[in-house]
């Protein structure tokens, strides 16, 4: 069995008047695959975790000190040379001006723009299409709140930054729900970062023009590949649900509940250790839903969650 290379990579981020930015650095002459830009980071050494050998990295290779970091994603890549488990952390605050003392240079991008530098390591193609994700995903409810006032509520998201909606109201009438879906996309299309999905109908997605499907954990587990939508996702409650949507290359998943609900406060939830160890070798990313309130976003991430997921509160 070839063994596994165990390493850390930091995603630092950085809010600038242009937007948010990640750095890349790129690998010096005398390393493998020298040249190519990479995420900061490096290997794990002896009776060290993750969370360690980020710290000592990012002190040796870019002269800083971690002051706020959040897991992420686990990624596995094959390179000819060795297999590399990657463990991804969100990095937003460091002490230190960042130098590159054993990279040959750093470049700063931003969200939604392509790296000006190439080449890219191939691991981190789709670390960088799952970095730019909003980290609120806003869930409709206009079965209770009426379909006109549900259309204030996402015009307002959207003025205030919202970025990601899911069209749930599946007991809608087909028709009502159709017109509600073309009412949200009307009021996207004068935001062109937003990303809209509709729930388990892939017919209803295509003929409004959604960004993609989001797919129940039932419908999950009948799919015989990803719905060719420009972004899929899928809900999730057991460790079957998350590894059959890895699997599918789903782009991320809601896993709930986490905590109980207004809706069903006698069920309880997972709680946040469960939550966390259910997530941390995930290789997608995964939004917490249930319980889920704007004061937890930091909570969830600091468990492994890329964001959270409301329905209300949006």
């Known amino acids: 069995m070839t063994r596994i290379v165990e390493v850390s990579a930091a995603i630092l981020l950085r809010d600038t008047e242009h937007g948010r930015e990640y750095l890349l650095a790129q690998r010096p002459p005398d390393k493998v695959y020298s040249g190519y830009w990479e995420f900061p980071g490096g290997k794990l050494e002896a009776g060290e975790s993750f969370d360690d050998a980020l710290v000592r990295e990012l002190h040796e290779e870019l002269g800083i000190e971690i002051e706020q970091a959040a897991p992420w994603l686990c990624r596995e890549f094959t390179y000819p040379h060795a297999r590399v488990r990657l463990k991804f952390f969100r990095v937003t ?83 009502d729900r159709q017109r509600f879906a073309q009412g949200i996309m009307a009021l996207a299309s004068s935001f062109p970062e937003a990303c809209v999905l509709v729930n388990d109908d892939e017919q209803l997605a295509r003929a409004v023009r959604a960004s ?87 909570t969830a991430q600091a468990h492994g969650a890329h964001g959270i997921a409301l329905m209300r509160g949006w």
């Not at 797919?215 to 649900?241: N, Y």
């Open 212 to 298: 993609g499907l989001h797919v129940s954990s039932g419908k999950l587990h009948k799919l015989a590949s990803r719905p060719d939508f420009d972004r899929v996702a899928a809900s999730c409650h057991t460790p079957a649900d998350l590894e059959r949507a890895a699997d599918l290359g789903i782009d991320f998943v809601v896993l709930s509940p986490v905590l109980p609900t207004a809706s069903h406060p006698e069920a309880g939830g997972m709680g946040w250790e469960a939550f966390r160890q259910l997530v941390e070798r995930l290789t997608i990313p995964v939004y917490a839903l249930g319980g889920m309130h704007a004061e937890l976003q930091g």
């Open 93 to 175: 605050a460091w002490r230190g001006n960042i130098h590159p003392h054993e990279h040959t240079g750093i470049e700063w991008t931003r969200f939604g723009d392509a790296p000006a530098v190439a080449p890219v390591l191939p691991a981190n193609g789709p670390i960088l299409r799952a970095l730019v994700l909003p980290e609120i995903y806003a869930i409709t409810n206009a079965v209770d709140n009426g379909i006109d006032a549900e259309l204030e509520r996402v015009a307002r998201g959207l003025r205030n930054g919202i970025r990601l909606f899911q069209i749930r109201d599946k007991i809608l009438s087909a028709n």
